[in-house]
Antibody, heavy 120, light 107 residues
Framework: QVQLVESGGGVVQPGRSLRLSCAAS????????MHWVRQAPGKGLEWVAV????????NYADSVKGRFTISRDNSKNTLYLQMNSLRAEDTAVYYC?????????????WGQGTMVTVSS | AIQMTQSPSSLSASVGDRVTITCRAS??????LGWYQQKPGEAPKLLIY???NLQSGVPSRISGSGSGTDFTLTISGLQPEDFATYYC?????????FGQGTKVEIK
């Protein structure tokens, strides 16, 4: 079935790096634009980054610009989020999400999320 | 960045009630808005896309309307499974921005 599975979360010290992965299955991954969205504990949803279906363009929230890099490997059906210079305020559940085709950019499939905790 | 102002932040309602949640954009976003439902410990779920289109599998008691700057999510005949937090998301431009969320609780 159509599925996104995130991994790579954990506890990391401030200033360190972490790479998240999002494995896609059940659909033609290379045809879909993909996003990362995060949610700090007890807070609302915050958009993080987007990458076009072919990896040709990316965009970032100001809060992560210059520190986070979104990428994808269409041969491995996998989306990534490289997070550098992590801060306490990056602590959140990170979700990957697929943009539905013909849906004006709506996110029709979400992963279950992976927790990132930035703490000394 | 476009600001999405969602109201109310929370509401209490009973099973069978009609519930309305609004989202206002700081500038016109055509019909480029989606509504999402999130239950505790779960990922968000798409309910409505392009302001008024019901996502496949979503019950017809849920509807969306609006364009430009003002949007509404309506649940007609609230069911126990509808108690959750709801978010709007503009997909007009970048950065994408969510509303603050509306928690629908049992009265």
């Amino acid at each position: 079935q159509v599925q996104l599975v995130e991994s790579g979360g954990g506890v990391v010290q401030p200033g360190r790096s972490l790479r998240l992965s999002c494995a896609a299955s059940g659909f033609i991954f290379r045809s879909f634009t993909m996003h990362w969205v995060r949610q700090a504990p007890g807070k609302g949803l915050e958009w993080v980054a987007v990458i076009l279906f072919d990896g040709s363009n990316e965009n970032y929230a100001d809060s992560v610009k210059g520190r986070f890099t979104i990428s994808r490997d269409n041969s491995k059906n996998t989306l990534y989020l490289q997070m550098n210079s992590l801060r306490a305020e990056d602590t959140a559940v990170y979700y990957c999400a697929r943009v539905m085709i013909g849906g004006h950019g709506a996110f029709d499939i979400w992963g279950q999320g992976t927790m990132v905790t930035v703490s000394s | 960045a476009i600001q999405m102002t969602q109201s109310p932040s929370s509401l209490s309602a009973s099973v069978g009630d009609r519930v309305t949640i609004t989202c206002r954009a700081s500038q016109g976003i055509r019909s480029d808005l989606g509504w999402y439902q999130q239950k505790p410990g779960e990922a968000p779920k798409l309910l409505i896309y392009a302001a008024s289109n019901l996502q496949s599998g979503v019950p017809s008691r849920i509807s969306g309307s609006g364009s430009g700057t003002d949007f509404t999510l309506t649940i007609s005949g609230l069911q126990p499974e509808d108690f959750a937090t709801y978010y709007c998301l503009q997909d007009y431009n970048y950065p994408r921005t969510f509303g603050q969320g509306t928690k629908v609780e049992i009265k």
